[in-house]
């Protein structure tokens, strides 16, 4: 299969991100001679070999955000983002996470790509809901804002290390505290919801007095 064919099957695909496995039944080919075009056009600088099995084109000066490679990460199987890097994308954590946090069915894992780390964590299929396309329009998913902090407090349930403590946390106006209690009555496991209500316990009180002070700051700037 000559290099030339791989362009062809790319430009079919028309977009930025592919798989090998794409490339390959778009050619018609085998496996080993895809990649070893795709191998070729890489020293051309042409694409990018992002992961195992996973490509993109090179953009020139634009970097490739880390985000739109999630949704060729696990395959045929879906993730979001959730936890701590949610939360940041949503203005509640300033803190860029050093990794993209997402939750999965699979089995947690790490994933180190040349854009970015992913670190997946396991939701059981009964809670894997809560989250939508980022903006409504996005290339990738991502938990809704009440969800991720439920997420998190979640997997500190089962994992003791994981968010035991939080950098300060900047709810909205939109914050919706009481979905995060809808939420921790969809957890199944009871020791875990009561766990996670527990947390929340000393999470949202704070919480919202510093939004009830804010609104008062607020109120007098508007009488003054």
Avoid at 27 to 56: N, Y
Avoid at 72 to 92: C, E, K, M, P, V
Avoid at 143 to 154: G, H, M, S
Avoid at 163 to 183: A, C, G, I, Q, S
Wanted: aromatic share 10%.
């Amino acid at each position: 299969m000559s290099k030339y064919d791989v362009l062809s099957a790319i430009k079919e695909l028309d977009r930025s991100i592919f798989t090998t496995h794409e490339l390959s039944l778009c050619c018609g080919g085998k496996r080993s001679s895809t990649v070893q075009a795709l191998r070729h056009l890489e020293k051309k600088g042409i694409v990018l070999r992002i992961a195992r099995g996973l490509w993109s084109l090179q953009l020139g000066s634009h970097k490739l955000s880390p985000y739109s490679v999630i949704p060729y990460l696990l395959n045929q199987h879906r993730a979001y983002i959730s936890f701590t890097s949610a939360l940041h994308l949503y203005g509640i954590i300033e803190q860029i996470p050093q990794v993209v946090t997402l939750a999965a069915g699979v089995h947690t894992r790490t994933v180190r790509t040349k854009v970015g780390t992913f670190l997946i964590h396991q939701i059981a299929p009964s809670f894997f809901k809560g989250f939508d396309w980022y903006q409504g329009r996005g290339t990738f998913l991502i938990a809704e804002p009440e969800k991720a902090l439920v997420d998190c407090l979640y997997l500190s349930a089962r994992k003791k290390k994981r968010f035991t403590y939080f950098p300060e946390l900047h709810f909205p106006d939109t914050f919706d505290f009481k979905k995060v209690r809808r939420w921790v009555k969809e957890i199944s496991n009871p020791q875990i919801a009561s766990y996670v209500e527990k947390r929340l316990g000393l999470i949202i009180p704070q919480s919202i007095n510093i939004l009830a002070k804010s609104a008062k700051v607020s109120s007098n700037l508007n009488i003054i």
